[in-house]
Every structure is written in C-alpha cells, then in structure tokens.
C-alpha cells in the first residue's frame, strides 16, 4: 500500500510538471508561476523537475526520436515524456515500482536510450551527460535580506555562525574561491551512515594491536569535506542588511527555519537596489531639499520622501523593503493588477509584518486616476519586461528573433507608458524605473524616448545614482544617460539589472507669483481692452444709426418739395 501510494505522489510531481511545460509552451505564463498555482501540490519538487527538464528539453527530443519511443506509444504526451526521460538519465531514476502505464513506457525504452545517449557522449568526447546541456557559466552568490521588521541583522549572524557558519571579508570571488576550498572538519555521522564504528584497539594480552568493529562507538568523525559546500558568508557593504552566501548554499538555506519564520528573504542584491534608491538609503546626487544656495552633492539621507507608491507590486518583495526602511511610519500604496497575486501580496505581507499603513489596490497603474492619491511624493516602477538578464532563466517558449523583437517592443511602449503616466501625478517628486532586462530597448532607449517631450526635459531630471562606487554604468546614448546604472552577473555578482531614478525640478515659488501677477495684470488689461473696444462698437453703431436716420429725413424732405411743386402745378 505505502508502494503504491508512493507512486501515486511522484506521478503526481510528474502531471504537474508536464502541465506546467505544456501551458509555458502555450504561452499561458511563466514556468515558475504556473508551477507555483494554489492547486499545484509538491510545488519546490514540480517546478525543480519542470525548470531542468526545460534546459535540456532539446537533447530529450533527440533521445525520444533516435529511440523510436513514440513508434510503440504514439498517444504519449510529449511533455509527460520528457519530464520522466529527464528523471531517468539525469535524475535519480523514476520513483516507485511503476510496472504498469507511462511510467512502464518510459522504463522499457530507458536502456535503449541510456546506450545512445553513450554513443552521443563518446562521439563528443563527453563523460557527463549534463555537459550536453548548454548552461550559463556564470555563477552568481544566494543574497539573504533579514527582515528588520522582525530580526535584527547582528542576531541573525550570531544565529549562523553558531551553526557553524564562518563569517568571512567581504568580497564575491573569495566567497566562491572560500567555498571550493577544503576543510579539515569534525562532524556528526549522518543519519544514512552505519552505526558501527572503526575504533583502534588498545593492547591486550598477546601486546598485539589490531582492529575491530564496535557498534556504536564514535559519534564524530575526522572528514576531508571536498565538496563546495563549505559554510562561508559575508555582509554586503552596499546593503548592509544583505548576507550573502555561495550558489551551493541555496539548498542548505530553502529550508532554514530563519527563512520559514520570514526573519529573513532570499532576494537578489539587484532586486533589491529600487527600494533603497526611492527612499534616499543610497549615495545619489539629488536635487531634491537642497538648501538655497547649494550645488547637489553626492550623500545618501540628504531628500525626505513622504507617501510613495509601489505601481507593480506583488509578489511584495520590494514592498516589504520600502515597509521595512519606513519602518511601518510611511504610508505606502501597493498596486497590483491580478486578482491572484494581490491575495499573494496581502499573505506575503502580513507574513513578514510589513502590512502597517501599506494600502493595496487591485488595479492597473495605468488606470489609476492621479487624483485618487494626490500626495503621492515617490513611485517605484519595476514593470513587466523581457527577463534576459536572469541568471539561469527557464525560458519554455522557443521564440524566433521576429517574435523577440517585436516583442521587446511591445513591452517598450508599455514601459514608457507607465513612467509618462507615473509623471502625472500631483505631488510626485521622484520616480525609480528599473528592469531585470540587458537590452537596451528596454532600459536607456526608454528613458530617452520620454526625455524626448520638452515639458519632461524641462520639469525632470536624471539623477545620479551612486557616483564612484558603482561601477557598472548605462550605456552613453543621450546627456546624463549614465547617471543610470547596470547590474552585470560578471561584475557585479547579480542578476542583470537597470536602475533609472527621475526627480522633478523644484519649483520657483516668487517667479511663479511673479508669472502668476503678470498673467493677471495681463488678462486684467485685455479685459479693459475689450470693454473699450465694446464701448467704440455702441458708438459706432449709434452714429451709423444717425446718419442713416439724417439721410432718411433728407430723402423725406426732397418728397415733400416735391409733392408740394405738383400741388402749386395742379392748383394754377
């Protein structure tokens, strides 16, 4: 019974992951959203097998085809033969004694398979197969934020290093060179591990030594732990609440009880960076409550900021920041379209205590009306993009580069869109445009194609973000372009990212009374003007009705004359 139900559950993770490929295939959404809906059970387990059957879904359809699968099963669904292909030559095996059904199918063809797959290796001169799946080298570290609102950094260190984490320079290379390296360490016996103990015997009668086995004898033992697994990590000097960790730390993490109480997130630093950037916790040269007198300057602090607005919140990553360096005192207003992802957003909050004076709204950004928030200093904008600039990004959808490009954009308009609508806003200071793209369609020529409108070049302007310390800059296409920033996973350790931070001119209050006065005192005089011109007009009138009225008695006149000659003429 404990067999079949085990089968059961792992046909299961097989449906979902199946169903989760064919509907990104379909274009009904992203891999991971739709391996993360509310009916999906096993969800870590469903995405995991959908996400890496994807990357080599390629090399399946060539081992699927070289073997004749489909000949003897040409009704199996091809994606629910990938997923189990996957787990037969790059997992660990199809799970269960599955004697009957797909599970049956896919097991009779699988030494077929395994040979040409060999055959495939040794004609490449391969010895892994997962050499045959092309995969990005670059590595970037696991970034995880502690929740101020609920940990305090130093505590959460503390919490690791007495796991036996050790706490190291800041610096990404020696985090992954640190990680490689190996270590003299004593450890406690796994639970797999066998009782029995090799223990060197002391002397005995014969003054003989040997070795025998005692069953539950040495509970530690001496290890050469070559593994990169070593337990390093180090504190982010940019964003000081930021622990980072090597890649390989990611599954030692998911399940850590700091990252279950929501003490701390794993977030990308990039990811991270809008948040900071809108509340001013970042060295920028603002021009935002600078003193009468004084050139902007390059600190972090220097602008006050007061109610600001996330326009694409959920899933409430960035929210939670902005909640968090607010310190639950900022009134915040969350905007989310999907009726599903505000649940998502509202549960996320509340988890990690963020939700104190934090409004979320179901609606589109764009259809939003200014009024409806006319204080509103500050607006986050992180819209919907391409995604390139994921590290290991699972993209199910083979796209042709017309279908990229258009594309692209398509999401360009959108994006553009949302910042000249973001500009509208009444009492609205500053605004953060970022994307987790590289291309340039959708960072530096968006922001120029808004600067394009007069009003905007002559009302906003680029701030600059971090000058001298970041180093990776936007490419110099239009002035101030590379006040902006990039995010590089080769330079930077991130995700790829871009970051543009908008802020309006400060308004002159006596040159607008001033301006105010003169356009008054103007429509005073035009007034005056028209009523003068109004008088003219009467009298003008009333004389042409005069001289009509004269030229009216001179013709009467003449008639009476005339009439009284044609009576003198009768009468004689």
């Given at each position: 019974?404990?067999?079949?139900l085990?089968c059961?559950?792992?046909?299961?993770v097989?449906?979902?992951?199946?169903?989760a490929?064919?509907g990104?295939?379909d274009?009904?959404?992203q891999?991971?959203?739709l391996?993360l809906?509310?009916?999906v059970?096993k969800?870590?387990?469903t995405?995991?097998?959908?996400?890496?059957?994807?990357k080599?879904?390629?090399?399946?359809?060539?081992?699927l085809?070289?073997?004749?699968?489909?000949?003897?099963n040409?009704t199996f669904?091809?994606c629910l033969a990938?997923?189990?292909?996957?787990?037969?030559l790059?997992g660990t095996?199809?799970?269960?004694?599955?004697?009957?059904g797909p599970?049956?199918?896919?097991?009779?063809?699988?030494?077929?398979?395994?040979?040409?797959?060999?055959?495939?290796?040794?004609k490449?001169k391969l010895?892994?197969?997962?050499d045959?799946?092309?995969k990005?080298t670059?590595?970037?570290?696991i970034?995880l934020?502690?929740n101020s609102l609920?940990?305090?950094?130093?505590?959460v260190?503390a919490?690791f290093e007495k796991?036996?984490?050790?706490?190291?320079?800041p610096?990404p290379?020696?985090l992954?060179e640190a990680?490689k390296?190996?270590?003299?360490a004593k450890?406690k016996?796994?639970?797999?591990?066998?009782?029995?103990?090799?223990v060197?015997r002391?002397?005995?009668a014969?003054?003989?030594?040997g070795?025998?086995k005692?069953?539950?004898a040495?509970k530690?033992v001496?290890?050469?732990?070559?593994?990169?697994?070593r337990?390093v990590?180090?504190r982010?000097?940019t964003?000081t609440s930021l622990l980072?960790?090597?890649?390989?730390?990611?599954?030692?993490l998911?399940?850590?009880?700091l990252?279950?109480?929501n003490k701390v997130?794993?977030?990308?630093?990039?990811?991270?960076?809008p948040?900071?950037?809108?509340?001013h916790?970042l060295?920028?040269t603002?021009?935002?409550?600078?003193p009468?007198g004084?050139?902007?300057k390059?600190?972090?602090?220097?602008?006050?900021?007061?109610p600001?607005l996330?326009?694409?919140a959920?899933?409430?990553?960035?929210?939670?920041?902005?909640s968090?360096?607010?310190?639950g005192?900022?009134p915040i207003v969350a905007v989310?379209?999907?009726?599903e992802?505000?649940?998502?957003l509202?549960?996320?909050l509340k988890?990690?205590?963020?939700?104190?004076?934090v409004e979320?709204?179901?609606?589109?950004?764009?259809?939003i009306f200014?009024?409806e928030f006319?204080?509103?200093e500050?607006?986050m904008l992180?819209p919907?993009?391409?995604?390139?600039g994921?590290?290991d990004?699972?993209?199910a959808?083979?796209?042709?580069?017309?279908?990229?490009e258009?594309r692209?954009?398509?999401?360009?308009?959108?994006?553009?869109?949302?910042?000249?609508h973001?500009?509208?806003?009444?009492?609205?200071?500053?605004?953060?445009?970022s994307t987790?793209?590289?291309?340039?369609?959708e960072n530096?020529?968006?922001?120029?194609e808004?600067?394009?409108?007069?009003?905007v070049?002559?009302?906003w302007v680029i701030?600059?973000?971090m000058?001298?310390?970041?180093?990776?800059?936007?490419l110099?296409?239009?002035?101030?372009c590379?006040?902006?920033?990039?995010?590089?996973?080769?330079d930077d350790?991130t995700?790829g990212?871009?970051?543009?931070c908008?802020e309006k001119?400060?308004r002159n209050?006596?040159k607008?009374?001033?301006?105010?006065?003169?356009?008054?005192?103007?429509?005073?005089?035009?007034?005056e003007?028209?009523?003068d011109?109004?008088?003219?007009?009467e009298i003008?009138?009333d004389?042409?009705?005069?001289?009509?009225?004269g030229?009216?008695?001179?013709?009467?006149?003449e008639?009476?004359?005339?009439e009284?000659?044609e009576?003198?003429?009768?009468?004689?």
């Amino acid at each position: 019974t404990v067999s079949v139900l085990y089968c059961i559950v792992n046909m299961d993770v097989y449906m979902q992951s199946a169903r989760a490929m064919q509907g990104a295939l379909d274009g009904k959404g992203q891999l991971k959203r739709l391996c993360l809906q509310k009916e999906v059970q096993k969800k870590r387990a469903t995405y995991a097998l959908a996400a890496e059957t994807t990357k080599c879904m390629a090399v399946l359809d060539d081992l699927l085809d070289k073997s004749e699968f489909y000949k003897s099963n040409a009704t199996f669904w091809p994606c629910l033969a990938r997923v189990m292909t996957y787990d037969v030559l790059f997992g660990t095996g199809l799970k269960g004694n599955v004697k009957t059904g797909p599970g049956y199918a896919v097991k009779k063809h699988s030494s077929r398979m395994k040979k040409i797959l060999a055959e495939i290796l040794k004609k490449k001169k391969l010895t892994n197969p997962r050499d045959l799946i092309s995969k990005n080298t670059v590595r970037i570290p696991i970034y995880l934020r502690v929740n101020s609102l609920l940990a305090k950094v130093e505590d959460v260190i503390a919490c690791f290093e007495k796991e036996g984490w050790t706490q190291i320079d800041p610096s990404p290379e020696a985090l992954l060179e640190a990680a490689k390296a190996p270590v003299k360490a004593k450890r406690k016996r796994s639970s797999d591990e066998p009782e029995e103990a090799e223990v060197k015997r002391t002397k005995g009668a014969g003054g003989k030594k040997g070795k025998k086995k005692q069953k539950g004898a040495a509970k530690e033992v001496e290890d050469d732990d070559d593994s990169p697994n070593r337990k390093v990590f180090y504190r982010d000097p940019t964003l000081t609440s930021l622990l980072v960790f090597p890649p390989s730390a990611k599954f030692a993490l998911v399940n850590h009880g700091l990252l279950k109480s929501n003490k701390v997130v794993i977030q990308d630093k990039a990811s991270c960076l809008p948040p900071y950037i809108l509340l001013h916790c970042l060295e920028m040269t603002s021009i935002l409550n600078v003193p009468k007198g004084e050139e902007p300057k390059a600190a972090a602090g220097t602008s006050i900021m007061g109610p600001v607005l996330d326009a694409t919140a959920a899933p409430g990553n960035k929210t939670s920041i902005l909640s968090a360096l607010s310190n639950g005192r900022r009134p915040i207003v969350a905007v989310e379209k999907d009726a599903e992802r505000v649940e998502i957003l509202k549960e996320r909050l509340k988890n990690m205590s963020a939700d104190g004076r934090v409004e979320v709204v179901n609606k589109s950004f764009l259809d939003i009306f200014p009024e409806e928030f006319p204080n509103i200093e500050g607006i986050m904008l992180d819209p919907s993009c391409s995604g390139s600039g994921i590290v290991d990004r699972v993209e199910a959808t083979p796209k042709t580069k017309e279908e990229q490009e258009s594309r692209i954009a398509g999401l360009a308009s959108f994006q553009v869109a949302m910042i000249q609508h973001a500009m509208t806003f009444p009492a609205v200071r500053r605004i953060v445009y970022s994307t987790c793209s590289t291309h340039q369609q959708e960072n530096e020529e968006v922001i120029r194609e808004v600067f394009e409108d007069e009003s905007v070049k002559a009302n906003w302007v680029i701030a600059d973000i971090m000058p001298g310390t970041w180093g990776t800059r936007a490419l110099p296409l239009f002035k101030d372009c590379q006040n902006c920033i990039r995010c590089s996973p080769t330079d930077d350790h991130t995700n790829g990212f871009f970051v543009a931070c908008l802020e309006k001119r400060k308004r002159n209050k006596k040159k607008n009374k001033k301006k105010k006065k003169e356009e008054a005192t103007k429509a005073a005089v035009e007034e005056e003007e028209d009523s003068d011109d109004e008088v003219e007009v009467e009298i003008e009138n009333d004389e042409s009705d005069n001289s009509e009225a004269g030229e009216e008695f001179e013709e009467f006149e003449e008639f009476e004359e005339v009439e009284e000659e044609e009576e003198e003429e009768e009468e004689e």
